[in-house]
């Protein structure tokens, strides 16, 4: 029994320190937070522009189970606050937007999740399960 505390106290205290040692090196990598809010910065060399992707179409969105929606639905969230914090840093400092198209399709990717999960809520046969998808849906 002895023998069992002191082994079982020597490995927790071996634990504790290699989790403190990888936490103290996560941290050191972190970021901070606030930097989720604007994009990456690009070479100032690069000539090219950049090529953004279209919007979800409603027929692809409704392929997804309800938690890719979801997920995906904050995805464009976070996309559409970085955006328009962007968008009011640049306007605030005069400068121009670059690829101002880009909010327009995240807000209609955003319309459409929102249509395909109401349509989803409309065909379910449950009136306590569609009534409360819908308090979900009109939440977001």
């Given amino acids: 029994m002895l023998l069992s ?3 079982g106290r ?6 504790k320190s290699e989790t403190s040692n990888a936490t103290a090196a996560a941290a050191s990598v972190a970021r901070n937070p606030l ?5 990456a910065d690009r070479n100032i060399d690069d000539d090219k522009p950049v090529v953004y992707g279209r919007g979800w179409k409603a027929s692809e969105l409704r392929l997804k189970s309800w938690d890719d929606l979801n997920k995906l639905w904050y995805v464009l969230l976070k996309e559409k606050n970085m955006l328009m914090t962007q968008r009011q840093m640049l306007h605030s400092q005069n400068l121009r937007f670059p690829n101002p198209e880009r909010i327009p399709k995240v807000r209609k990717s955003m319309c459409r999740i929102k249509q395909v999960l109401t349509e989803r809520a ?3 046969p449950d009136a306590r ?6 308090r979900m849906i009109n939440a977001l």
Wanted: hydrophobic content about 50%; cysteine-free; charged content about 35%.
């Fill in 5 to 7: 505390r002191i082994f």
């Fill in 10 to 15: 020597t490995l927790f205290a071996a634990a």
């Fill in 35 to 39: 930097q989720e809010f604007f994009e």
């Fill in 122 to 124: 409309i065909e379910e």
């Fill in 129 to 134: 399960r569609s009534a409360e998808m819908k």
